[in-house]
């Protein structure tokens, strides 16, 4: 069975991920161990703090190929970055400097800021990139600091075109009972399009791939099959049909309820 994880910070010594080859492969038996057998590269990449350029990526992940295949670590990696959008987004296209999901330049991991989703990401940057033939992949939504202020957000991204790549470690409580708690909501609501790991170090940010494959498997066994198969189109550059959205309930607290009846 083919098990696709599109977002995981394993390259060595490029940004806050694994910090050195040990670490990386160490990590890599644990993603093969957790079932996957295909992964992207995804380091940071314009974040303000890291930059991974295009051609450095490309040649780092051939390395750490060869790494893997002498340690026998039955584990195929592809270059990739975890884009983060800034005003510079579009000039890095333009230069060619932007690695993408697959190899038709189709889907972009695209991270946005943390605080925040800027209004300029739907209104300018979004139909510059559909223009493109480009579909960003939103990646680890129910940590955006907006999106938890205020779900729609994160419905007007997908019902624009957008994708999503929800994190394994949010759904199976690693982060908190609320961000598991919004993880769940977005599944709900059809605004997930796939799970990955998101994987950074050994204590505390490993796969979980698993775990979070079960658990929705155990809840709704067509929607795990949807977000298996749609890892592997993305990868693969295939199409990824987002169908029956739903805004996410928002659930007011008693005196929100009790002033909202009073002005009636």
């Known amino acids: 069975m083919t098990l696709v994880d599109l977002h995981a910070h394993l390259l060595p010594g490029v940004d806050d991920g694994s910090p ?32 991974n350029h295009k051609q450095d990526v490309i040649a780092k992940t051939e390395m750490f190929q060869n790494a893997l295949d002498q340690a026998q670590i039955p584990l195929k990696v592809f270059p990739g970055q975890e884009v983060h959008l800034t ?28 605080t925040h989703v800027p209004e300029y990401f739907l209104k300018n940057i979004l139909p510059e990139l559909q223009m493109c033939g480009i579909t960003p992949v939103i990646v680890h939504p129910e940590r955006n600091q907006g999106i938890q202020r205020d779900h729609s957000l994160l419905y007007s991204l997908v019902e624009a075109g957008c994708l999503t790549q929800l994190t ?3 759904y199976v409580d690693v982060f908190g009972e609320q961000i598991t708690g919004l993880t769940q909501k977005i599944i709900d609501a059809n605004l997930g399009t796939t799970f990955s790991s998101d994987a950074h170090a050994l204590k505390g940010r490993g796969s979980r791939m698993d775990a979070a494959y079960r658990k929705l498997s155990d809840q709704n066994e067509d929607c795990a099959t ?33 002033f909202k009846g009073r002005q009636k």
């Open 226 to 258: 949807r977000y298996w198969q749609n890892a592997k189109a993305i990868l693969n550059g295939d199409d990824v049909p987002m169908d029956d959205l739903h805004q996410i309930k928002e659930k007011r607290n008693f005196w929100e309820r009790l």
């Open 20 to 51: 050195d080859l040990q670490t990386s492969l160490q990590l890599a038996r644990k993603s093969v161990a957790d079932g996957v057998t295909h992964m992207l590269l995804t380091p940071h990449h314009m974040d303000g703090t890291y930059v």
């Open 87 to 114: 005003d510079k987004l579009l000039d890095a296209l333009d230069q060619d400097d932007i690695l993408f999901a697959d190899a038709n330049d189709r889907y972009m991991m695209l991270e946005l800021p943390h």
């Open 168 to 170: 394994a470690s949010s």
